[in-house]
Structure formats: C-alpha cells, structure tokens
C-alpha cells in the first residue's frame, strides 16, 4: 500500500540533514507567500450594484411592481431590496434604488447571472463592519472597503502593534461553532496555516472561552447551540468581543429564522464586528480582527 | 439488473409485494402489500442477497396517497461488488404505512443495527414509532423539544418557534463501578472544529465507554428544501456540509437529472468528477494534517496545510470560490475549466511530487507510526453491522466505492482505485483490502492511497477536457419534470456516500421531500467502537482519522 520507491529505501529520511532541521520538504515557494494577497479575477467576493443611472427599467416603481418582485426573488437570501423613492445619491432624488445587503449575501452570483446590467461580482471581498447597517451597499463607491484593500501583511502589522499597546500580550481567540456549514471553519482553520500564519501577529486560538478576548462565532446559530453559545459568552471575561463570522452567523443566511435556527448569532449574544462572505477568506477574517480590537481599543478608552 | 428483477420477484412472490418494477435506470422499486412484511423483506435482501441498507426515507405523503411511506433504500453489498462485475443498482422497498393516531412501522434493529439511526430519526421528525427499536432517547431535536411536533410532517410550519419544554436530560449510559469516571466534553470544544458533546466512561486512562451525541448543528435542512424552488435549494445543498459542496450539490443535481431522464454533456461531467476529485484532495490534505496535528507533530501538519492552501488557490482559480462553491448546475456545470487544463496538469504533477516527501518523512517518523498503529480499530463485523460507508468501510477490508459501484459523472471512463483492469490487479486489490486493520494507520494510508489516485485522476480527465464541445449545460431540465417525479441521487464525497432522494413537489419547480444522507451519518455511529479500549488522549487523532462532518450529519 505505502509507494515506496528504490530511492526512499535506500536512505531512509530519519532526521539530521535530511530531516527536521532541512528544507528537504519543498512545499512552500515565495509566490505561495505572496499569494496572501492575491485574489484571483473570479473570486466571487462581493456585489456592487450598478450607478444608478443605470436602473432606468427599475424607475416609476409603481408599474414594475412585477419585475420588481421577480429581481428580489433572484436571490435567495433576501440580501437585494429596492428602496422607496425620494432617496438622495450624489444629490439627485431618485426614484429607486437597489441595495444589496452584505450581511445576508452568500455570494452565489446569481444576481449578476439574472440582471448583468444591474449587479456585478468583483473580486475584492465585502469589507467586515461595525454595525449591520454599513452593510448596506447601494452605490459602487459607498462602500468604505479602503482599508481592506491594505496588504495582508500591512494590516496584520497594524493590528499587531495594537494588540501589544492595549494587552500588552498576546490577544487570544476562542471559536465557536454555533451551527455553521463548516465552510467558515476552514477558512478560519487557513488562518493557522504557514501562508497566512496569524500567530505571528500576537494572535492566537485558545481552548477555553475563559482565556479568550474574542468570540469568533459561525453559523446560524442553531436552535441547539442556542444555550451552548450564551454559557460560552458568559464564560468568556470582560471586556469581551464577539465577532460575527459569515453569512450565516451575520443574518441566518440561506438557513434563515425556522424552528431550528434563530437567524443570526445576534439574536443570542451582542455582535461588535460583522464579517461577510459565504464563506469570508483569510483577508477578510483578519481585517474582521482588526475592527474587533480597534473596538476594544475605544472600550478601554471609555473605562 | 434485469437478473436482480427477477431474482427478488421470484424469491419474494405475490403474497409480499404488490409490485416490482425497474425505474429511474437503476433503481427496483419493491412495493409491499403491508408495512408488516417490511422486516422479512428487508432481512432477505441483507442476510440471504448480502445487500446493504443505504438509507431510509420517509414522507409524509397523507395528502395524496392518504398514508406515511417509508423507502428502505438498498444496494448489493461489497462482496457481491469486488467479485464480480459492479452492478449499478439501487433495491427501493416501499412500506405504506398508514395514517392512524399513533402510526407505527416494524423496527429492523434486530436484523441489521445500523437502521437505528435512521429510525429514531424517523420518529423525531414525522411521529412514526419504530416498534421493536429499544433506543428511545431523543436524536435529532435535542431533549427540550416538546412531545407531538413533528418538523417533516406537512402540518408544521417551518417558521414555528417551538417552546423550550422542561429541562430533561439527556440519558447517557452511566459505567459504574470502582475507579470509574465520566469526562464530558463540548459541545464547545478546544480546536476550531464542530460542535459535539462525547461523554466518556474511563476506568484510568482508558475509554470503557463513549457516548456521542451530536446535531447540534441541526438547521432543518431537509424542511427547508421543501419552502424553495429547485434552483435555490442547489444552494441549500452546497451549504449541508461546505467542504462536501460538490459530492452534495452533485447528488442533488443528478436526482433531478434522473427524475428528467437526461445525459448532461460530456465536458460538464469530466468538469464534475474533476471539481469532486480537487475537493477530495484538499480534504484528505487537510485531515492528514490534522492527523499530524494530532498526534503531536506540528512540523508533518504544517507541511500538509501548505499543500492544503496551494489546492484551495487552485480551486479559487477555477471555481471562484476558495471552497469549490457554485460548481455544479442543474443540468451541468457554472464554470469553464478548459482554459485551466494546463495548470491542472502541472500542479497535480507538482503537488504529488511534494506530497510523496511530506509523506514518506512521516512514515520515517517512528513516533508517527507508534501513535497511529492499532489505534481506533474498528472491525470489518462492525463496519458492516452499522452500515459504515466511506474511508472508515474501506479501511476495515468492505469494498465500497459509489464512483465505481454506482458510476456517474465520468467516472465510467477511468479507472477508479480497485476496479482493476487484468485478474492480477484484481485479486492483488482483493488481498490488499483483506490485509487493512481497521485502524488509524490504515486510514492513513488509505487516505494518502485515494489522493495519489485523485491527482491521477484529474491529470486524466483534464487531459480530455478539450475535446469535447463547450456546452456546459443542458438547458430545459425543470420543464422535463413530472409532478412528484422521485429519484435517487449519489456521489462519492472524500467521507463516502452521499446520497440524496428527490420528490419534485405538485408544482415541478417544488420540492416536495429531500432526503439527505451524507456519509458522516453511517458514519458517526462506529467511532463508540473505534475508541474502546484506546485512551482518552486518542481520541482527537481517532476522531481526526475518520474525519467526520457534523453538519453533514446534523442537517
């Protein structure tokens, strides 16, 4: 069963030059380092809705009432509404207005397959936010993404700094799965990956809540880890931070609110930072923990 | 097929079955005159033809057919499999059982254990009580669930908020004795994975007994498939368990294929098996990793999890999605991966190469091969006894693989790991299999065996990926739909079978039941035995060997 060939045989690989302490294992190549920050043209990241001179076939509402109906139900978390009429964008009134809400978008790219004239996937992830509210997009320019557009390794740097001004440790994660797909835990579990590597930034995953600074909470939160996810805040020690952690622990997602989910981790434990994405990539986990500490940073400051 | 047909009509006779048909290609469907005759029926099939019992399914179909039907749902077992040509079909026995105030249906328990499982769940969601079944403890809904309501009958409401009843707990199997104490844990627990609650009796260090229980995840997946159109619950399907997103929207596209009666182009199956293989290895990547990780050698671990990253940049290169999302369409594929054929040349080349010295610097490793030899053994009688299906079947010497028992996609055009092409490669797979422990070794080496194979694989089908012609997707399936039109769909996910059962509701862009059983839920049931007699620092590595879904299992 074990493809041994001659050669390995031969000179068994027990440790010394050849082992432990060598490269001998060639896994790891510079343009895999500096893949970090490089996110293929593809990637399915976020939604940006067209500049609304461009809606002209959503304008006078009232007679559209049906077309209106059928481009909310291409999606199927409900993240695309059409607002009223008299909003202000570049101070002209508008008649409507399409938003995509990125708290609920699972990024299936369906709006940009049914209305190519009205949405459009890019590649740059949706930024992480405070409150769910800034997640709201309804102009290509309104979302605030220039931070996320910082390196991986510059906001890791920063965020490091941070961590050692406030804690003057290390700052440490505690998990929570509570009812994800498991889609969210790989990604989070690429975080602890030699390319990524979050350790590096003073930040590490502990096994216990009552060690952790940070909750970062996944899923829908199911109607059975309910109890389990409000014991784990409390054991979790002030000041605490806890952080939404995908499409589902921000909204409920593509499970919504039914008898076995409660349709986002808010409706059990307040939530500081919200980080989209179905599920959201490493960047976007990191800039997440950025915004966490950065809050912490102002509770510490009100104390 | 056809000596199937007759073989169980002539041994079963008019006094059982009220009809037996061939349909959907490979499916018999066996109906019974009375739901009584279920547990003759059944133990024929697995005890005298040596079938094995894939899934149960229920439904609640008292609007039209006025009674609760179950689908015992069976394939030739793997005896049958391995000397002999594969036989691609699936036996359905179908059990009316009708409506009364306390519906019953025969327990299996006594002939084949690993129905348990499914007949508990049975009694959760739709209220039928498995008469003959000892283990009436709660399953899926946890034990605040109050008495008399059910999820899957049509009646409830999916957006019913069910009060919290009184707190009863859970009954565990208490061990009792001198020395002897319990160590719960999680459902929260230390690493970033799944939540779970395992309560272990030890006596010492050892395990005497474990006692799981899981569907903390549960989210009403199958319910919610029944309030979506077809085309959404595609999505519902890649999200039952996100790193099985293709295995699992690949099932369900093929129920619905098979419902429509449809061959999809060629260029979306290769395009198929090719995403279901790269999703295969970056798993496999990851738990052998985890497996390193484990057994407390960091170095081997960090090693795998690179190669890990390079597969999921690859699948992000192709797929748009780090985690192989939106791959598959009803009818084909979303994505054209022709132009990506080159690179998926090279680096299956390349990631082999590295993979081959990551692995033999492990097998090097005397403290590696300590901790993994005769650690988590489950026998081959118990792997059968419970149905187990996968990696965890195939380590214990049961020849089960859906890609070569059930082919689908492109799968029918290579050489999947076993079906030898000369009787020497046969019975040299045949011996090989009879010498696999069980243990965690040997899923291990399995592991490290099917992502050799998988690369191979995809250096294969990518190779022929050009000469096929561009349609991606058939166009048309949904119209092609009958109401309540049912099939069963199926894939080798890198856990095992995945097999999905589809009714298309009144209106044919419903659904009316969907059935969902990945690999993880025969799967669960054989780790109380793998850990007996281990001790409780063995766990982790025991669990990370079989590498189950908790979600997929959940729902």
Request: glycine content about 8%.
């Amino acid at each position: 069963m074990p493809e041994m060939t001659s050669k390995d045989k031969k000179q068994p690989n027990r440790g010394g030059r050849d082992g432990i302490l060598s490269d001998h294992v060639e896994t790891i190549s510079a343009s895999l380092i500096n893949s970090r920050d490089l996110i293929m043209p593809n990637y399915r990241g976020r939604v940006v809705v067209a500049p609304v001179s461009k809606n002209d076939n959503l304008r006078n509402g009232s007679s559209n009432v049906e077309s209106q109906s059928a481009l909310k139900k291409t999606c199927v978390t409900e993240a695309i509404s059409i607002g009223r009429a008299g909003v202000m964008i570049s101070g002209e009134e508008q008649d409507s207005i399409l938003s995509v809400d990125n708290s609920k978008c699972i990024m299936c790219g369906r709006c940009q397959l049914s209305y190519p004239e009205l949405f459009k996937m890019e590649s740059q992830f949706a930024t992480p936010a405070r409150s769910k509210s800034e997640m709201i997009v309804n102009s290509p320019d309104a979302e605030p993404g220039d931070t996320s557009r910082k390196s991986y390794e510059k906001v890791g740097g920063d965020l490091r700094e941070k961590i050692k001004k406030i804690f003057g440790r290390s700052l440490a994660i505690r998990e929570v799965d509570a009812g994800s797909c498991n889609g969210c835990e790989v990604e989070i579990t690429a975080l602890n990956n030699a390319i990524y590597d979050i350790e590096r930034f003073g930040i590490h995953f502990v096994a216990s809540p009552r060690h952790a600074d940070v909750l970062m909470v996944t899923g829908p939160a199911s109607r059975n880890m309910e109890i389990a996810l409000e014991t784990t805040y409390k054991a979790t020690p002030d000041p605490k931070i806890v952080i939404a952690v995908g499409a589902c622990a921000c909204s409920g997602g593509i499970f919504g609110d039914t008898y076995a989910t409660t349709g986002g981790i808010d409706k059990v434990v307040p939530v500081d930072v919200y980080i989209p994405g179905c599920p959201p990539r490493p960047q976007a986990l990191l800039y997440g923990l950025f915004l966490a500490v950065d809050r912490l940073d102002g509770l510490n400051k009100n104390t | 097929m056809n000596d199937h047909l007759t073989l169980i009509s002539q041994q079963l006779g008019e006094r059982l079955v009220q009809s037996i048909h061939q349909e959907n290609q490979n499916e018999i469907h066996v109906i019974l005159r009375t739901p009584e005759d279920t547990g003759t029926v059944c133990s024929f099939l697995y005890q005298s033809l040596g079938y094995r019992l894939v899934t149960m399914v229920c439904s609640d179909e008292r609007e039209n057919e006025e009674c609760f039907v179950i689908r015992y749902v069976f394939e030739p077992g793997a005896e049958r499999q391995s000397e002999q040509e594969p036989q691609d079909i699936f036996v359905l026995v179908i059990a009316k059982i009708p409506q009364s105030a306390d519906p019953k249906f025969p327990s299996l328990v006594s002939v084949i254990p690993g129905a348990s499982v499914y007949e508990r769940e049975i009694r959760e969601m739709f209220g039928l009580i498995p008469v003959g079944n000892p283990d009436t403890r709660p399953l899926v809904l946890h034990e605040q669930w109050p008495e008399g309501a059910y999820p899957l009958r049509k009646e409830f409401d999916i957006k019913t908020k069910v009060a919290r009843d009184k707190v009863k707990h859970q009954n565990y199997l208490t061990v009792e004795g001198e020395g002897i104490c319990e160590i719960p844990v999680g459902p929260v627990h230390a690493g970033i994975i799944e939540p779970g609650h395992f309560r272990f009796s030890i006596m010492g260090e050892n395990i005497v007994n474990l006692e799981t229980r899981l569907f903390y995840t549960h989210k009403g997946v199958e319910k919610l498939a029944e309030s979506m159109t077809l085309e959404n619950a595609l999505l519902l399907s890649e999200r039952i368990s996100g790193d099985e997103a293709v295995a699992n929207s690949m099932a369900y596209c093929q129920a619905m294929e098979k419902i429509a009666n449809v061959r999809i182009p060629n260029k979306a199956m290769r395009t198929r098996s090719i995403c279901a293989e790269m999703e295969r290895i970056y798993n496999h990547l990851g738990t052998l990793a985890g497996i390193s990780t484990d057994l407390g050698f960091a170095y081997g671990s960090s090693r795998l999890n690179i190669l890990k990253e390079r597969m999921m940049q690859l699948n992000e290169k192709i797929a748009g999605s780090r985690i192989l999302f939106g791959v598959n369409k009803i009818g084909g594929v979303g994505i054209d991966i022709l132009r990506h054929a080159e690179e998926l040349q090279t680096s299956s080349i390349s990631i082999r190469k590295d993979f081959d010295k990551v692995i033999s610097m492990l097998r090097s490793k005397s403290s590696v091969i300590d901790r993994l030899r005769r650690t988590g053994i489950i026998t081959k009688k118990v792997a059968a006894d419970l149905q187990t299906v996968g990696i965890a079947a195939r380590c214990t010497g049961i020849d089960v693989d859906t890609r070569r028992d059930h082919p689908y996609a492109a799968y029918r055009e290579i050489t999947v790991s076993g079906r030898g092409e000369t009787p020497k490669q046969r019975m040299a797979h045949r011996v090989e299999m009879q010498q696999r422990q069980g243990d965690a070794m040997a899923r291990f080496d399995v592991r490290v065996v099917e992502t050799i194979d998988s690369l191979a694989i995809i250096q294969e089908l990518s190779a022929r990926l050009g000469k096929d012609d561009d349609t991606l997707v058939l166009p048309g399936i949904t119209e092609r739909l009958e109401p309540f039109g049912n099939a069963l769909g199926y894939a080798e996910s890198h856990r095992g079978q995945t097999l999905h059962w589809l009714m298309i509701g009144k209106d044919t862009n419903s659904i009316f039941r969907y059935k969902v059983r990945t690999a993880s839920f025969c799967n669960w049931p054989a780790i109380e035995n793998a850990v007996l007699n281990d001790i409780v620092p063995d766990f982790p590595l025991i669990n990370k060997s079989l590498d189950l879904s908790y979600s997929g299992n959940d729902l």
